[in-house]
């Protein structure tokens, strides 16, 4: 039986997870949870799971949920030790009574958590981008000095996971990651610098949060993909290729030296992945949609416009730049999205922001978690700087 600690239990990947741990208890056991500020969410799962420890992001946040408990009736013989803080975060990931994290915190909140869950040996489901996007290097290197196993759960590194269980390593090609196109794939892109936050958010074929969701419109998502891919499969950004695929069916694949080409097909459901990323290397029954053969159907692949969605080949150049690049261009397009979403700035300023961000950041080669939040925490105050100043404006005298 695994014993998981889910960071970021109230996103939707850790609602997925506990989804797939409600299907299956006679394999899995929830010993933590840690969660942010959404206690509404967070209490039914206390209630439902039992966990032995969870973790809150802040004081208020603990002391919410305790009233929440006693309103709930639950005897305080039965409360799970209540935490708070990062600290607790990587307590609750590297704690000897677990043997799986699935990390799922949105942002570098959650980079220094599974980090200490690597250096402890612990299996590592990871579904939170900026651990690789912000800190490849470092945490690539503590997976083979600690023996961890760092098992992918978004769906298309997933999927090539899955694509190279099939072959020798040293014959792949190159890998091919899929991108649904967002929803302005076909929008002109003269149209784009007067879309809204609103059109941005309806996504064609994925329900998430709120960054990610306008990261996939404007293909940044897949530009930390790839990223992400260079680091966990130790390809070089030439080798890895993005084809546009609107049906989200096809999730990656991969091409071997003598042009055989392996394609990792499910349904757009996210419990497939997490499922794998806890069963690994085996598999069982998994509570997703199959595909039914019997029925038509037309699967589309077209290239990616990097003239119409330049954040993308931007991630390319930082990838190839190397050092603390990728970790400014994260923290720069989360401050750039976020000021889209309040309305501050245009959709195609968020290229803009995150292009002059890089500009004038120093590079640098972090060599420490700590390192890397400090490049993080300077590239974002840049990023809302240059924000401030494109609102205010020209200065006249």
């Known amino acids: 039986m695994r014993t998981l600690t889910v960071l970021g239990s109230t996103g939707s990947i850790g609602t997925n997870t506990l989804d797939v741990v409600r299907r299956n208890r006679h394999l899995y056991e929830v010993y933590a949870l840690a969660a942010g500020q959404n206690v509404d969410a967070l209490l039914p799962q206390v209630l439902e799971f039992r966990p032995k420890v969870v973790a809150l992001a802040t004081s208020d946040g603990l002391n919410r949920l305790s009233n929440r408990l006693t309103a709930a009736g639950l005897p305080r013989t039965e409360w799970p030790e209540l935490?708070?803080?990062?600290?607790?975060?990587?307590?609750?990931?590297?704690?000897?009574?677990?043997?799986?994290?699935?990390?799922?915190?949105?942002?570098?909140?959650?980079?220094?958590?599974?980090?200490?869950?690597?250096?402890?040996?612990?299996?590592?489901?990871?579904?939170?981008?900026?651990?690789?996007?912000?800190?490849?290097?470092?945490?690539?290197?503590?997976?083979?000095?600690?023996?961890?196993?760092?098992?992918?759960?978004?769906?298309?590194?997933?999927g090539a996971h899955q694509c190279l269980r099939a072959g020798n390593r040293a014959e792949v090609a190159r890998l091919i990651l899929t991108a649904s196109g967002g929803p302005f794939r076909n929008t002109p892109k003269e149209a784009l610098a007067s879309v809204t936050p609103r059109q941005a958010l309806n996504h064609p074929t994925w329900r998430m949060g709120n960054r990610i969701t306008i990261d996939s419109a404007t293909l940044m998502n897949k530009g930390f993909e790839v990223i992400e891919a260079c680091?966990?499969?130790?390809?070089?950004?030439?080798?890895?290729?993005?084809?546009?695929?609107?049906?989200?069916?096809?999730?990656?694949?991969?091409?071997?030296?003598?042009?055989?080409?392996?394609?990792?097909?499910?349904?757009?459901d996210m419990r497939m992945p997490i499922q794998y990323a806890l069963t690994y290397p085996g598999r069982s029954e998994a509570p997703v949609p199959r595909i039914d053969w019997t029925e038509a159907r037309k699967w589309e692949f077209l290239p990616p416009d990097f003239d119409k969605f330049p954040l993308l080949k931007l991630a390319y150049q930082c990838q190839e730049a190397g050092g603390s690049a990728t970790c400014t261009l994260n923290a720069a397009d989360e401050v750039a999205v976020e000021a889209f979403l309040q309305g501050t700035i245009g959709f195609t300023s968020i290229y803009e922001i995150v292009s002059e961000t890089l500009a004038k950041m120093p590079m640098r080669n972090p060599g420490t978690i700590g390192g890397i939040l400090e490049v993080d925490r300077e590239s974002r105050m840049l990023a809302r700087d240059l924000v401030t100043a494109r609102v205010a404006g020209p200065v006249t005298v």
Do not use: C
């Not at 402890?120 to 945490?139: D, F, I, Q, Y």
């Open 83 to 158: 935490l708070w803080g990062d600290a607790a975060r990587v307590q609750v990931a590297t704690a000897s009574e677990i043997d799986t994290v699935i990390s799922a915190i949105v942002g570098v909140a959650g980079l220094e958590a599974t980090y200490e869950a690597i250096r402890h040996g612990k299996r590592v489901g990871l579904a939170n981008k900026e651990v690789l996007v912000s800190g490849g290097r470092l945490v690539m290197e503590a997976v083979r000095e600690f023996g961890a196993e760092l098992v992918p759960v978004d769906s298309e590194h997933n």
């Open 231 to 268: 680091w966990l499969f130790d390809f070089a950004p030439s080798q890895v290729d993005v084809v546009i695929h609107p049906q989200s069916t096809v999730h990656a694949m991969i091409e071997y030296s003598d042009g055989s080409v392996l394609a990792q097909i499910s349904a757009t």
